[in-house]
């Protein structure tokens, strides 16, 4: 090979070589100046240093969710004692030794709260129900252990977001990371990570919840074998975050007599709503299954608020039927019905779920008789059904939403008719609360304050106003709907009001045991089929006290028992109003 040759190849190899050094300084240089952010937004080398972070929020910043007397229900302040295991080979003995006696605990019990920390959090020991719960310290306490100068250890007033006692999670939801619902729903203008509301008020008001963001944490710095970085020492934030709390209709002693009264009876699939029978405002919504809010998807699901999931009402949907029937001068009170225990429809039958004899309408509406229903469905047709109940607020929302959000997540239309059929069959078991007919119990709520004030139908209402956080000064207010109607005659609606009184009243009505409640009630019972042998939904809707209306009461229990579903509904009614009077 000649010289010129191998001179050629030598300037190759070099320029190759060279322009393989301009590459990655280049790329050096975009990674360090140009290129610190992802495609994001991120900056990479804030996140790589959050990476080797350890953080302790001891408030989010998040505004609160307040009751309508300006009750928290998404915050409650607590003295505990926050560990972070800055130490290598675990605390000091003695120190340790002297700590257990300030919090008045076993050695062995504390040592062993202490060895399960990993990571920045309260110090908790195991309760008498074999679950742990967070030590909570007195002003005293904490001085004494302030004292004692354990590395690690700090007494901390926390403002915990979900207590474990937390009321009506189901309306308030949850907040957790969530990259993908920053992406799609608030279009990734917070960090990634960011913990954000993925359900309930805390996803409908998120932007006003949030505020700028910042929260106040305590926070240390660990290595890649997660072990502390010594002399980067501790780290505090604590900026104003300007957040603003959103103030509800919900009242949290109504709430908590609810929620106990579901706990007390076992009321452990279903819902209950209550309203305030003039405004509508809803004053209490709990929903069950229960959920842990700071874990709160189990077997990936996610929690659902059946108080506005439209299901099968069974008979609860007779009262339109009856409003229709009524008005439409179909019926009089006083009409003579013969109920055998079934009724011929073609070439089949409709059971009743008793053989009545004879009996009035009136009667059949208190002792809730499907052949007396069938029948005046039969005679309605599907128009007049249909007018009805869009008047009582079914097959629609029946909230409005506030600066276009609404204010209940996950709420329903519902449906009457599903299909263009028009068989005497379908109308029939339309006209008992079968087929496809769904409601929610917001829906059936919102029905009887349209007949207890006469025909004028208003808007449920949950939101009241915002107010920022700091001085409670008052920001934004949503007014109440302004009612409409009339949507029945008063006459018609007084005499719906006397047929629920008697659906109690009556030794026979299928509510009678409500009678015995410090009120009297009024309302409808609905016992609904559901495809599952031998479980049925059982409802009760109606309202007390019967002569001078306060509240507005659904209870709402889904999958029970035939024999003992309306009975566990009705002790749940009686509960509440026992305890709201």
Not at 24 to 51: K, P, T
Request: with cysteine; glycine share 10%; aromatic share 6%.
């Amino acid at each position: 090979m000649s010289s010129a040759s191998v001179q050629r190849r030598m300037v190759w190899i070099l320029a190759i070589v060279t322009l393989g050094l301009a590459a990655l300084l280049g790329r050096l240089f975009y990674i360090q100046v140009l290129g610190r952010h992802d495609m994001q937004g991120r900056d990479l080398v804030a996140a790589s240093v959050d990476q080797r972070r350890e953080t302790f929020v001891i408030d989010s910043g998040r505004g609160d969710i307040l009751d309508r007397h300006g009750r928290s229900l998404t915050g409650s302040r607590i003295r505990g004692v926050l560990v972070m295991p800055l130490w290598a080979e675990g605390p000091d003995p003695v120190k340790v030794e002297e700590m257990a006696r300030i919090l008045r605990l076993r050695p062995e019990v504390l040592r062993n709260g202490l060895a399960k920390i990993n990571r920045p959090s309260l110090l908790r020991t195991p309760a008498g129900d074999g679950k742990e719960q967070i030590v909570e310290i007195t002003e005293e306490q904490a001085k004494l252990i302030e004292k004692l100068e354990l590395p690690g250890v700090y007494p901390k007033e926390v403002k915990v977001r979900y207590g474990e006692n937390s009321l009506a999670r189901h309306v308030i939801g949850f907040i957790g990371q969530d990259p993908e619902l920053v992406r799609q729903a608030f279009g990734g203008k917070y960090p990634l990570h960011e913990q954000i509301g993925k359900m309930g008020l805390e996803f409908l008001f998120q932007d006003d919840l949030r505020g700028l963001g910042y929260n106040k944490s305590i926070s240390y710095f660990i290595d890649a074998g997660k072990r502390p970085v010594n002399g980067l020492g501790i780290r505090v934030t604590d900026e104003e975050n300007r957040a603003l709390s959103v103030k509800t209709t919900l009242d949290l002693d109504v709430q908590k007599a609810v929620e106990t009264s579901m706990e007390k009876h076992g009321l452990n699939k279903g819902s209950v709503v209550i309203l305030d029978a003039r405004t509508e405002e809803i004053l209490a919504m709990a929903s069950r299954p229960q959920y842990d809010q700071n874990a709160p998807v189990t077997r990936g699901e996610y929690p659902v608020n059946k108080a506005v999931q439209a299901d099968f009402p069974g008979s609860v949907f007779k009262v339109v039927v009856a409003a229709a029937a009524l008005e439409k001068g179909v019926v009089r009170p006083a009409d003579p019905f013969y109920c055998p225990g079934y009724i011929e429809i073609g070439d089949g039958k409709l059971n009743c779920w008793a053989e009545h004899g004879s009996i009035t309408a009136e009667q059949g509406f208190a002792r809730s008789c499907n052949v007396v229903f069938a029948s005046l469905a039969m005679k309605l047709g599907r128009p007049a059904i249909e007018e009805y109940a869009r008047k009582m607020g079914l097959g629609q929302l029946v909230t409005q939403p506030v600066d276009g959000k609404p204010q209940l997540y996950g709420e329903e239309h519902g449906q009457i008719f599903a299909k263009k059929e028009t068989s005497y069959r379908l109308l029939a078991n339309t006209g008992i609360g079968q087929e496809d007919v769904r409601m929610s119990p917001l829906q059936a709520a919102h029905m009887m304050a349209v007949i207890l004030n006469n025909g004028i139908a208003g808007k449920p209402r949950l939101v009241q106003e915002l107010l920022t956080s700091t001085d409670g000064m008052l920001y934004k207010t949503y007014p109440a709907a302004k009612q409409q109607g009339p949507l029945l005659d008063k006459e018609t609606a007084a005499e719906l009001r006397k047929w629920m009184r008697q659906t109690v009243d009556s030794p026979k009505g299928t509510a009678h045991l409500l009678a015995s409640a410090k009120v009297p009630l009024a309302g409808k019972t609905g016992t609904a089929q559901t495809g599952m042998a031998g479980l049925h939904h059982h409802w009760f809707a109606g309202y007390a006290p019967a002569d001078k209306p306060k509240y507005i009461i659904v209870v709402m229990a889904e999958d029970v028992a035939t024999d003992s579903g309306s009975q566990l509904v009705q002790n749940v009614t009686k509960e509440i109003v026992d305890q709201l009077f």
